[in-house]
Structures are given as structure tokens and as C-alpha cells.
């Protein structure tokens, strides 16, 4: 193959990635802020948490109440959990949330989306093209 026949071939495929792979900035993560409530745990703003990681409210509040051992409700734009748990604690959970749901395994990018292939559910990067089975909250 000849270098300009390579340079076609690279200027295509680069052409055909969404503008968002060339952006520079990285990823900041989120800090969530809760407060308790007499026996409720109340995550502030968690609808605009979970725009800012591009991910469903519901499968963010599904992880939520499973690693909390609890349940938990929207409450307009903010989450209520049974129970009192501990800034810190919900931090570590959200991180880990964001590592498994959120972050491409491969390139590191936040821009993925979950996708569901028959009865798996498939972290997608529309950065680099990776795809990864992911376990299901149940």
C-alpha cells in the first residue's frame, strides 16, 4: 500500500468519528453531595449528575440502591435513599459507578452509551469504537 493511498484511508476513517474524540479536556469527575435527613440520605441535583455522565437516572438509582443495600426514589431533582450513609461512602460508589458504566476500558473517555445485544447489556465508546460486556444491575 502506497502512503497516499494509507493517508486516504486514515483522512476517511478520521472523518467518520464524532467531533467529541478531538476535544483536549479531560473528564472531570463529579463531586455528589448528599445530606441526611433523619433516617434519609438525599443526593442533591441527582438529575443533573447523571446529564453530566450521559447515563439514565433510573440504572444510576438501580446501582445506587443495590450497593446501598436500601431503596430509593426520584424526588423531583433530587434522590432519596432509606438510610443514612455518609458523604464519603456515596462518592466511592459514584466513582465506582463511573469505572465500570461510564469510562471506556480501552481509551479512558467518558463518551459511551450502554446499549443492549439480546440479554447483554454492552458499554459502547464512540471515541474509539471499544465495546464491553457490562454485568446488569439488578
Known amino acids: 500500500m ?3 493511498e494509507y493517508k486516504e484511508l486514515l483522512e476517511r476513517a478520521r472523518s467518520q468519528l464524532p467531533e467529541s474524540v478531538f476535544k483536549t479536556e479531560r473528564f472531570e ?15 442533591k441535583k441527582f438529575n443533573e449528575l447523571c446529564k453530566t455522565i450521559n447515563r439514565d437516572p ?26 443514612k450513609f455518609s458523604n464519603i461512602m ?5 466513582e465506582r459507578y463511573v ?7 480501552e481509551c479512558g473517555k467518558p463518551d459511551t ?14 471515541a474509539c469504537g471499544a465495546r464491553r ?6
Open 99 to 105: 469505572q465500570d458504566f461510564v469510562l471506556c476500558h
Open 90 to 94: 456515596i462518592n466511592k460508589k459514584f
Open 2 to 4: 502506497e502512503f497516499e
Open 58 to 83: 433510573k440504572h444510576l438509582m438501580k446501582y445506587f440502591a443495590k450497593e446501598l443495600g436500601t431503596h430509593g426514589e426520584l424526588q423531583g431533582t433530587d434522590a432519596v435513599f432509606q438510610g
Open 133 to 138: 460486556a457490562i454485568e446488569k444491575i439488578r
Open 113 to 126: 452509551k450502554i446499549i443492549r445485544e439480546g440479554r447483554t447489556d454492552i458499554l459502547k465508546c464512540e
Open 29 to 43: 469527575m463529579p463531586i455528589v453531595r448528599s445530606i441526611i435527613v433523619g433516617n434519609k440520605t438525599i443526593i
